[in-house]
């Protein structure tokens, strides 16, 4: 099992700035893709950005230009750089990791932007 804790959330005037970090422990042997999910009250979770090992990103049009994911592989960690921060990405935000096939998901952590 892998575990996953995430970190960094919490409430910004629109405009700022906040990190998401994730770090997984447990039994990791090499993890392949490392994710950022959203989901906003009454919506359908949906994919922020993506990493997989070797740094190659994917990110969805509504954070292009705003958003980095980024990964530490020493420290099975990702990040999740928010810029330029919108009402509208206000939501709970998942960490997730995909291991030889198995997916794994953290518990969400929670950023309010406030306008």
């Known amino acids: 099992q892998v575990q996953l804790v995430e970190s960094g959330g919490g409430l910004v005037q629109a405009g700022g700035s906040l990190r998401l970090s994730c770090a997984a422990s447990?039994?990791?042997?090499?993890?392949?893709?490392m994710g950022w999910y959203r989901q906003a009250p009454g919506k359908q979770r949906e994919l922020v950005a993506a990493?997989?090992?070797?740094?190659?990103?994917n990110y969805a049009d509504s954070i292009k230009g705003r958003f980095t994911i980024s990964r530490d592989n020493a420290k099975n960690t990702v990040y999740l750089q928010m810029n330029s921060l919108k009402p509208e990405d206000t939501a709970v935000y998942y960490c997730?990791?995909?291991?030889?096939?198995?997916?794994?998901w953290g518990q969400g952590t929670q950023v309010t932007v406030s306008s």
């Open positions: 447990g039994s990791i042997l090499i993890i392949n893709n």
């Open positions: 990493i997989t090992r070797g740094g190659l990103t």
């Open positions: 997730n990791v995909d291991q030889w096939g198995s997916n794994y």
